[in-house]
C-alpha cells in the first residue's frame, strides 16, 4: 500500500515540475536576452568546473569499460560451462 502512494506521489511530483519548466521554458524563450544571459552563465560554470567535469567525466568511462570487461568474462565462463 505505502508502495503505491509513494509511487502516486512521485508521480504527481514529476507531472508538477515538467508542467513548472515548460511554462519557464516557454517564459524564457520570449526573451533572447534571457536566453543570451543563461548561455553566458552555462558557459561560465562550465569553464569554471572543466577540470573536475573531465574527471568525473573519465572515472565513469573508466567504469564504464570495467563493467564491459567483466560482463564480458561472465558471459565468456557461462558460455565455457554450457560447453562442458
Known amino acids: 500500500m505505502k508502495q503505491a502512494h509513494n509511487m502516486t506521489k512521485g508521480s504527481v ?45 573519465t572515472k565513469a568511462v573508466d567504469a564504464g569499460k570495467d563493467f564491459v570487461l567483466q560482463q564480458k568474462e561472465n558471459l565468456e565462463d557461462i558460455v565455457a560451462e554450457s560447453k562442458e
Open 13 to 57: 511530483v514529476s507531472s508538477t515540475v515538467v508542467h513548472t519548466g515548460k511554462k519557464l521554458m516557454g517564459n524564457v524563450a520570449k526573451h533572447p536576452v534571457l536566453v543570451f544571459g543563461l548561455g553566458l552563465a552555462a558557459g561560465y560554470l562550465v569553464y569554471k568546473y572543466r577540470k573536475e567535469i573531465i574527471s568525473s567525466t
